[in-house]
């Protein structure tokens, strides 16, 4: 297939780039190249014959449209969003911008092709959303793709505007689309922003490990290439018109999970005390919602697709991956608000 991918020099994007030209796919990537996008991110792809690149925003509605009719893709894989719910507390207009008037003319761009182009069958609209769209869980239960939307920040109720539109597009347009909520991801290439590079920078540079709160909040980790596994999966096999949820079947309070990665850095790259001594408590986020958790029942049952390597395998592979690349993470300590707590603002 040819897929066109939104947001692939970020984070999950580029592991979806990557895994789909392994699989023998061609891709299309189309990134605004905004603060948290790496070009280096696709380095190991970027000189394939399967791979083309595109430099367009996806709120310039003339300039999606145009890729669409230079490139003729079979499929879309929508990822291109504002993510980070700190910088959504600070600056909501961004992320109302990007992830739903951006997504209403990623919307419209491939309803006008996918019409134009006799509505092939096999076309596939593929939207990426997150769990936060579900809002909060107390001790127990888990998110399934039937629990109501009830978003509590900026950045959730964001992508939850995306996915209703989504729907809309399908129902009124018969456009094919499909989406999938997914739990917090971590792995190679994370923009250090989010929590746990945040937590092994800070630790090998020997400053203080924020903790927002007591810690206790609770998250899902799904490595980020099973992720790309399953929503590759989900492009070729899901039914239109289907949520699928995505997890990874890890949930680990913050508190734990920053001792976890503590006591790896202990082993991996000893300092005169250990890493944990450097865990700083701090007021917590204004909005933060207690638990995630996902169902992930409906695409094992239906799609076949489970997660490959339990938390404490991804967190070795990861902070592994931290290890061996300072080149990379180095390069992006400049960047806005790489370093600094976000979010105090509201």
């Known amino acids: 297939m040819k897929i066109l991918v939104t947001g692939g020099a970020g984070f999950i994007g580029s592991a979806v780039v990557r895994q789909a030209i392994a699989d023998g796919h061609s891709v299309v990537n189309l990134d605004a190249m905004t603060y948290a996008a790496c070009a280096e991110n696709v380095a190991s792809v970027s000189s394939s014959a399967q791979y083309a690149f595109e430099h367009v925003d996806i709120r310039n509605a003339a300039d999606v449209a145009r890729v669409f009719g230079a490139h003729q893709p079979d499929a879309v894989m929508h990822l291109a969003a504002e993510s980070h719910v700190d910088r959504s507390i600070d600056g909501p207009s961004h ?21 134009a182009t006799g509505k092939p069958e096999g076309f596939r609209f593929h939207h990426i959303s997150t769990d936060e769209v579900y809002g909060t869980l107390g001790a127990t239960g ?23 539109l989504v729907r809309a597009w399908g129902e009124t347009y018969g456009l094919p689309v499909v989406v ?7 792995g190679p290439y994370h923009f250090p922003e989010k929590l746990i590079p945040v937590v092994i920078l800070n630790a090998l540079a020997r400053k203080p490990i924020q903790v927002y709160g007591t810690g206790e909040n609770v998250r899902d980790w799904l490595y980020v290439e099973d992720h790309a596994v399953a929503l590759l999966t989900v492009l070729q096999n899901g039914k239109t018109g289907r949520t699928y949820n995505i997890g990874g079947e890890n949930e680990a309070t913050n508190i734990d999970l920053v001792r976890k990665i ?35 029942t409906r695409i094992k049952t239906e799609l076949g697709w489970k997660p490959s390597v339990t938390l404490e ?4 592979k990861t902070v592994d991956w931290f290890l061996n690349n300072q ?7 400049s960047r806005d608000g790489v370093g600094k707590r976000l979010g105090v603002n509201a």
């Not at 395998?313 to 070795?316: A, I, P, V």
């Open 142 to 164: 888990q998110f399934t793709e039937d629990t109501p939307y009830a978003p509590n920040s900026p950045y959730s109720a964001s992508k939850a505007a995306s996915d209703h």
């Open 95 to 115: 992320f109302i911008e990007t992830n739903v008037t951006g997504t209403f003319n990623m919307l419209e761009a491939a309803r006008a092709y996918w019409t």
């Open 313 to 316: 395998q991804g967190l070795e």
């Open 180 to 186: 999938t909520n997914c739990s917090n991801n971590y």
């Open 327 to 333: 080149d990379w993470w180095e390069a992006l300590q």
């Open 262 to 296: 503590c006591a790896i850095l202990d082993r991996k790259r000893p300092a005169g005390a250990p890493y944990a001594d450097l865990i700083t408590f701090v007021a917590d986020r204004p909005g933060h919602d207690l638990r995630y958790a996902i169902d992930a």
